[in-house]
C-alpha cells in the first residue's frame, strides 16, 4: 500500500482524490489483512477505509457516497481558492497618498514632432 500511495503521488494529478476500499467482506475466514489494520493504516495517511462485499452489496452504496463526498468537499475547496485569486489585492494601495506627475515637452527627433513625456 505504501508503494501504490508513493505512485498515485508522484505520477497522479495534484489534488488526486483517494479511497480505499477493501473487497470481499462477506469472505471473513480468508481474510488476509484485519479491518483494524487497514483502517489503522488509512488513518495514518488520512485516508478515507470502507470495507465493501460486491457479492452482498454490504457497503457499496456507502462507498460511493464517500466518493462523491470527497469529491464535492475538493471541488468546493478549488471553487473557493478560485474565487479568493480573483479578488484584487489592495494590500499595497496605502490610504491618503497623492501621485504627481510631471509633464513636461520633448522633441523627437525620429519623428520630427514635440511629444508629451510623462513620469520623468
Partial sequence: ?????EELRQYGPPGI????VGNKADLTEE?????????????KFKIPYVEVSAKSGVNVSNMFENITSIMVQK???????RKKKKKI??????ANKSITLDKK???DKDSNHISKKCCS
Fill in 31 to 43: 481474510r488476509k489483512v484485519k479491518f483494524f489494520e487497514a483502517n489503522e493504516f488509512c488513518d
Fill in 75 to 81: 471541488e468546493n475547496e478549488l471553487d473557493a481558492k
Fill in 105 to 107: 515637452n520633448y522633441y
Fill in 17 to 20: 482524490n483517494i479511497i480505499i
Fill in 1 to 5: 500500500m505504501n508503494t501504490w500511495l
Fill in 89 to 94: 489585492d489592495k494590500s499595497h494601495v496605502s
